[in-house]
Each structure stands twice: as C-alpha cells, then as structure tokens.
C-alpha cells in the first residue's frame, strides 16, 4: 500500500472511532459544531504542512470560481495531498443532496484554480455522526467522494486489510480481491476521477467508469467485510480499537 493509501485509511480508521465513541466527547449532545471542531483536531497528524478548520469560506486561500462563498468544514494538505471535509451530524444521515452539493462545492475551488489544482491530488470526505443511507452512499461513490460513519469500517482501511499478505487467511479470498479491485477504483484522488486536459482546456470524465451493479457489490463489500474485520478484532485483539478511540477522542479535544 502506497504512502497516500496509509494516509488515507490511518485518517478514516480515526474518523470511524470519532464517530463510533462520539458520546464520550463531551457531557452536551454532539452537535455539528462540535462534530467539525473534532474531525478538524484529527488533520493535526505527519504529512500535513497546512490545514484550515470549520467557518472557512476559501480552500486553502483560494476563492471559488463562482465568487460563492461556500463554507469548507476543513481541509489539510501536504506532498502526499490534500483532504477535503465535509461534516454532518443530521438524525438522518448523509443525504444524496449533501453528496452533491459538496461535490459541487469543491468542483467551484477546482475550476477556479485548475491549471494549479490539476497537478494536485485532493481526496473528498463526508464524515457522518450517524448512519449513512445506502442511496447517500452510493452518490458519493459515483462522485467520487468517501464516505466515514460509525456504521461500518471506511473503504481505505478494508482496501488496505485486504492487502495484508495473511489476509486470505482470515477472509474469503474472493471477497478480498473484489474489494481490492472496486475499492482502488473508488479511492482514486480527484484530479484522476476529473482530469484536466490543458489542450483542450477543459474537464473530462469518463461515464463508464462504473459498470452494472458495480457500486451496489462495493456496498454490499464494505458491509461484509467491515463485519469480519470487526469480528476479527475481537476475538484476536480485544480493546485495541477501544483503546485507541480514546486516544483519537484526547487528540480531538486537544486540538480542536
């Protein structure tokens, strides 16, 4: 697994444990505030040289094609990349209009910085407090974005289980490889999903990068696997995972 991928699946695996033990982050109810302040505090890790937290109307100082103001819940960056965050805390979950209006969002700093930006590698995420619906999760695959609730262990770090060497000890191999070969595919940066092309001066994208019933087997994937792994967890290193939530719940409230 590449320098990024670790990038990726160390932040995910903190923001899971955020959301899995986030009533231990205060005595109050979570409310969206709080939730950004704390996933913001996570960004405070090696690989990150700038970062920017909740209320900022800019990416990274930039300002959106559009003249918009739209708010970016936080964002960090590094030579490995940058990460892009949206939070949401609603009883309902992430909604697909959440999906797409982030998507939207980011796609405006994108444009207005393209020829810079597209030599970048920027990674999307919607961080949820609650469950996030199967339609959600679904749009945010077909756009490109990850999605990290407490409902299931993220996509980067069941990508990265699964390339463990004694991983077809513990699990179907089949189900490895499948999650292998649709999660890669999920977990490429933005710049790869929306390339630029400098001769034509425009945006491509490519409609069949997904084929079928594709994003539903990556569903039904994350699911089953993130189930095993958990199961696994268990019964080999019992209260590791606890254990190290508390240390991510410490991390956030320092830093937030």
Known sequence: MSRPMDLLADFTLDVWLLARFSDR?????????????????????PGFTRRQGPG??????????????????????????????????????????????FHYKVMDFYERKIEIAANEKWWRFLCGAVPTPAPARA????LGLLVCD????????????????????????????????????????????????????EIGF???RWRDSEIQDLLWLEDELSGSLLDLYEKHR?????????????????TA
């Open 25 to 45: 982050l205060g005595p109050a109810p979570l409310d969206g505030r709080t939730w950004e302040r704390a996933v913001a505090g996570l960004l405070h890790r």
């Open 56 to 101: 900022t109307l800019t990416l990274f100082g930039s300002t959106a094609r559009s003249g918009v103001a739209h708010e970016i819940d936080s964002a960090a960056g590094g030579r490995r990349g940058s990460f892009i965050i949206e939070c949401k805390t609603t009883g309902s979950g992430i909604s697909k209009g959440d999906a797409a209006i």
């Open 206 to 208: 490519n409609p069949h």
């Open 150 to 201: 407490p409902a299931r262990l993220p996509l980067p770090v069941l990508v990265r289980a699964a390339g463990r060497p004694a991983a077809d000890m513990h699990l179907p191999e089949t189900l490895l490889q499948e999650i292998v070969r649709l999660g890669e595919r999920a977990l490429c940066c933005h710049q790869d999903r929306w390339p630029y092309r400098p001769l034509l001066r």
């Open 139 to 142: 749009a945010a695959i077909g």
């Open 238 to 254: 019992p209260g590791v995972l606890e254990r190290r939530a508390m240390n991510v719940i410490w991390q956030a409230r320092k």
